[in-house]
T-cell receptor, first 112, second 116 residues
Framework: EDKVVQSPLSLVVHEGDTVTLNCSYEVTNFRSLLWYKQEKKAPTFLFMLTSSGIEKKSGRLSSILDKKELFSILNITATQTGDSAIYLCAVEGGNSGYALNFGKGTSLLVTP | DTGVSQDPRHKITKRGQNVTFRCDPISEHNRLYWYRQTLGQGPEFLTY????????KSRLLSDRFSAERPKGSFSTLEIQRTEQGDSAMYLC??????????????FGPGTRLTVT
């Protein structure tokens, strides 16, 4: 059975801290791994990763994929209160064709 | 705003009633997906379309659920004889498809269904 597991499930940090969110997966026919940010609305796209070891970066956010160890991390540096959200990891592949298999998400709260 | 729109944004219905939701994808996107999300969970896949063809359905999609995408543009998701367990956020997403070389899915704002 395809699985996407995120850790931690929740996290509270102070503004300015750096956080690392984890996503491990067991999915057949892996095609890509995606990270989304979800506030009180629909998920918004952050990154899509298909190759191991290549870091994707956008401002204070970065992500990398390890296809040998089957995991990805999402880093957020110099966190701000606006980073407070649920971060979802999703894997494309598995038994659902092009559909995404999502983890439960990591709920991040950044306090002032 | 991703360019994917959904209507209505909220729906309250009584158990046993039928409901229909609409999704308008980003105009040049070939693939359209439906997901369901309940509190504390990530979205769960329901079904997807490549143009007008419904290519895959999850086992979550019982006989009470039906989806269409006539002419490969907007899509509708209908739930018949709603049950309280159907209460959830119903998310629509669209993507370009393989022709683009990547397949990022962009989500609409969702329709929150409450069955009383």
């Amino acid at each position: 059975e395809d699985k996407v597991v995120q850790s931690p499930l929740s996290l509270v940090v102070h503004e300015g801290d750096t956080v690392t969110l984890n996503c491990s997966y067991e999915v057949t026919n892996f095609r890509s791994l995606l990270w989304y940010k979800q506030e009180k609305k629909a998920p918004t796209f952050l990154f899509m990763l298909t190759s191991s070891g290549i870091e994707k970066k956008s401002g204070r956010l970065s992500s990398i994929l390890d296809k040998k160890e089957l995991f990805s991390i999402l880093n957020i540096t110099a966190t701000q209160t606006g980073d407070s959200a649920i971060y979802l990891c999703a894997v494309e592949g598995g038994n659902s064709g092009y559909a995404l298999n999502f983890g439960k998400g990591t709920s991040l709260l950044v306090t002032p | 705003d991703t360019g994917v729109s959904q209507d209505p944004r909220h729906k309250i219905t009584k158990r046993g009633q039928n409901v229909t939701f609409r999704c308008d994808p980003i105009s040049e996107h070939n693939r359209l997906y439906w997901y369901r999300q309940t509190l504390g969970q990530g979205p769960e896949f329901l079904t997807y379309f490549q143009n007008e063809a419904q290519l895959e359905k999850s086992r979550l999609l019982s006989d009470r659920f039906s989806a269409e995408r006539p002419k490969g543009s907007f899509s509708t998701l209908e739930i018949q004889r709603t049950e309280q367990g159907d209460s959830a956020m119903y998310l629509c997403a669209s993507s370009l498809g393989w022709a683009s070389g990547t397949d990022e899915q962009y989500f609409g704002p969702g329709t929150r269904l409450t069955v009383t």
